[in-house]
């Protein structure tokens, strides 16, 4: 089974953090999107709102403790506290290309 294991950065750590968890054992796939955000970042770069990175991975469930980790120390939030992340419970059904 896979499960979503997702973060929201500020824009300028999702390189590093797409390059640090992308051959992390149990990672499916990984993206990287951009957005904005109101309440995540502190720096605003357009009036109230500032760009978030959107990390999105697929892992294995029986790897999702170490992907998370992995993610949340790529993140640095224990040092920033500037963001978030989350995993979903495990995904039932999906339907992936072989």
Same mark, same amino acid.
């Given at each position: 089974?896979?499960?979503?294991?997702?973060?929201?950065?500020e824009?300028?750590?999702?390189?590093? !953090?797409?390059?640090?968890?992308?051959d992390?054992?149990?990672?499916i796939?990984?993206?990287?999107?951009?957005? $904005?955000?109101?309440?995540?970042?502190?720096? $605003?770069?357009?009036?109230?709102?500032?760009?978030?990175?959107?990390?999105?991975?697929?892992?294995?469930?029986?790897?999702?403790?170490?992907?998370?980790?992995?993610?949340?120390?790529?993140?640095?939030?224990?040092?920033?506290?500037?963001?978030? !992340?989350?995993?979903? &419970?495990?995904?039932?059904?999906?339907?992936? &290309?072989?």
């Amino acid at each position: 089974m896979l499960v979503e294991i997702g973060a929201l950065v500020e824009k300028h750590s999702g390189q590093q !953090i797409l390059q640090t968890v992308k051959d992390a054992d149990g990672v499916i796939c990984i993206t990287l999107e951009s957005g $904005r955000s109101s309440d995540l970042i502190f720096e $605003r770069q357009f009036g109230d709102f500032g760009e978030t990175a959107i990390v999105s991975i697929l892992a294995e469930s029986s790897k999702k403790e170490q992907v998370f980790s992995i993610l949340f120390e790529a993140c640095e939030l224990e040092q920033k506290q500037q963001g978030l !992340i989350f995993m979903t &419970p495990d995904i039932i059904k999906s339907s992936m &290309p072989s």
